[in-house]
């Protein structure tokens, strides 16, 4: 290596790890305050531990509805991410491997809900669910997360690829589409389907915006949500409201560090650097 | 008979991919489909299969007629060119896969593929993904698979075109090895005519949709019906010569070179009037050197120890390829006299149909 690409490498690392830096700093400001007595809380400026107690996580974990919250985003982000990856494959499958009238249009809309954010639509949304009754309720929760084009675009471009003769191989070997598609398209890559469960998995545990409308009753709140009921009558309890935060993202940090390669692969393909 | 189709068509939107197509497969035949890329010949091996709809006639398999019998239901399995291997299962299971599905025993499984595997000398692969296979063995696993079916008919695209050349000659005659033992109907789509010559029993040959000739591989050799199917079949490709009808005796017809003195002579028992301007062919194997002939300028001169390709030129610039046997002088350069005996000059007419 020459002096020139050693010095060029040096200040490459360098760059990266300040980045890396300022990426991890407010986690690990967070984590402080957490460690430290609410009346030194707010007011410590230092960024080395100057004091260690769990005073506030068993606060959290006690005096809030934390464990339940924790419960209520297990459960949602599981039956969301299940059903997406259901009705997002089939969806796909029929788009990608089925000749009907409208196939065309109909993968048309896919890909232009694809475009238009979210929030765009939230107000349409939550006057639906009010008309359909489900405020408050665990189909309002849910229902609305269930739309996933990113996830039937990704399935059916993976579909696309396969050779047609690998279909018509398993139809004249007297398989259906069942057969097609469980017993062979899918199987012909598992990546594909642990990287979307992944990626939609991580994406409901993080969401906060519709089911922060949706829900007003503290006992049907996700961990991010009910982070926001983390106050009293006496006003902001910073260190208490850190310990929750960071044990809100404990699952995810911990997916991501026994996944890790999983994780990097899933957002990879999912926002289309790699197919 | 084994496959017999009447009248079979195939459209796709307003281009005909194959028009009115009639044959007949005696049972335990070996069928090959052979025609320029483009042909339809893919079309309609999958036609056969139940891949493709008709869009006119009737296909017939086994005396049953299955045109609108669903694929799985018509007793034919399928090679394919890229052996389509299910690359998650091992060869065992791509060769059980079918059986499987039907919901064979598991004893009547394992007694199926073990038999194919040793057919096909497939037996330490079993346990490998087709990942692990050179592309020959993939091969072997493909046929397996449709081995296994046990079907009425075999029907296989273009099952060497990716292997190599030493490999596809050695697959050709494991194919014909195979074909005796089993006894069933094959039928072999290729766009090599050497292939088709030498695995078949019977030729059928493509162009544009349309059956140009079926017959055995050396009847289309020796009496091909049209221009295309003489030029097609036989390498290197037939000669062509523009000729004028100069004169007629009987059967005897002399043909005037156009632009030479030089004239062949064929024999014609049908109608041709003298004048008439018909094109002569004659392989390269046919034409003879020396003696009285049209004199050729030799331009290259391909030597392969027993066989030698001569590349010439005529006077009026007719480029022209003669194969020589046994003779090793060299003629590079030099001219030379070609001619060839009447029953082996073919005569066709300006529609490019063969006159006999
Ligand atoms: N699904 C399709 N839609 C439209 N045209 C098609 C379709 N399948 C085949 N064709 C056309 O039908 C004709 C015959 O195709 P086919 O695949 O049978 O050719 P082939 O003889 O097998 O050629 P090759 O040697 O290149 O495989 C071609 O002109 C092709 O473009
Ligand atoms: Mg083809």
Redesign the pocket.
Known sequence: MSPMRRLENIVLTVLTLMAALVWIFPLYWGFLTSIRSEENAAGSVSILPDEFQLKAYLDAIFNTKLMLWYVNSIGTATIVTVLVILISMLCAYALSQIRFPGRRLLYGLVLGSFMVPGQTLVVTQFILMKDLNLINTWAGIILPQLIAPIVIIVYKQFFDGVPKEMREAVVLDGGGEYTILFKVFLPLNWGITTAMSIVTFIGVWNAFFWPFLVVTSEDMMTVPVGITQVNDAFGIHYARLMAVAMLAAMPVILAYVIFQRRVTDAIMISSGVKG | MGVRLTNVA?T??S?H??RDVSMEIPTGSFAV?V????????????MIAGL?ETSGGEIVIDDRDVTAVEPAERQVAMVF?NYALYPHLSVFENMAFSLRLARRPKEEVNRRVQEAARILQLGEHLPKKPSQLSGGQRQRVAIGRAIVRQPKVFLF??PLSNLDAELRVQMRLELTRLHRQLGATMIY?T?DQVEAMTLADLIFV?KG?VVQQAGAPLALYDDPDNRFVAGFIGSPSMNFLPTVIAAREGHRVTLQLEGSEHAFTADLSGQAAVGQAVEIGVRPEHFRIGGAGLPVQVEVAEELGDVSYLYARTASGREIVVQRQGSRDRLDGQTVQLSAEPRHVLVFDGEGRRLR
């Open positions: 195939k796709f939107g281009f991919a194959l489909f025609g320029p890329s483009g042909c339809g010949k893919s079309t309609l091996l999958r493709e060119q695209d273009e789509v766009h493509l949709g």
